[in-house]
């Protein structure tokens, strides 16, 4: 399961969309063993960059993106992702999305994945399910998260599990995201999958609104 990163927490899209005409560029490194960003294969380390912004059509969000793996060994594909979402009740909003469409080394690419997710903010925590398909990979989707002032910034705790191998097995990840300033958020996570080596993601993240 491989695709380009929509707004979710480490391994899940959510239901929320990035703010309007805001973008986030994005640069990102897999450690580690397998995972949808490990390009290079397992143990050796990747490097992607990409990016996603949105718009605000009332009621509808709209969120779209790009990205790819850069630097030694496999670059590319170029792979797109968008996701349309509403605010379906107070604190609860509903999205549907597809990511991973590759636009460029289409014959090396994954399949899209398309999912649908639903979120609600219970204000002592936030929790995510939704479900979603892939060629040989569809999987459930479940996250939760909450988000402190460390400093007089937001500090997010998160964890979240899918299934991997065709429905037969799970992956569990524990992340945190810190707001380090107006423009800059450190974003980073640990797979733990029922088979295989624990992997590592280290994200920063580059936030401006035009």
């Known amino acids: 399961m491989a695709f380009a990163t929509p707004t979710g927490l480490n391994n899940i899209p959510t239901a929320e969309t990035i703010d309007h005409r805001t973008v986030a560029a994005q640069f990102f490194t897999s450690f580690g063993g397998a995972n949808q960003f490990a ?103 479940f996250g939760i998260d909450r988000t402190w002032k460390v400093l007089e910034r937001n500090f997010n705790l998160n964890a979240d599990i899918v299934q991997s191998r065709n429905t037969h097995g799970l992956i569990s990840s524990v992340g945190a995201k810190y707001f380090l300033s107006k423009h800059i958020v450190l974003e980073s996570w640990f797979n733990f999958p029922d088979r295989d080596r624990t992997s590592w993601i280290a994200k920063i993240n580059y936030v401006f609104t035009f």
Do not use: C
């Open 39 to 141: 390009a290079s294969g397992p143990g050796k380390t990747s490097q992607w960059a990409g990016f996603k912004t949105g718009w605000d059509f009332k009621p509808l969000h709209l969120e779209w993106g790009l990205d790819s793996a850069m630097g030694t060994g496999y670059s590319g594909p170029l792979l797109f992702q968008t996701k349309a979402r509403i605010q379906s009740w107070e604190d609860g909003m509903f999205a549907l999305g597809v990511a991973g469409v590759a636009l460029t080394d289409t014959k090396r690419a994954s399949d899209p994945f398309t999912y649908a997710m639903l979120y609600h903010d219970f204000h002592v925590v936030r929790l995510h399910a939704g479900y979603g398909l892939q060629t040989h990979g569809n999987s459930f989707l």
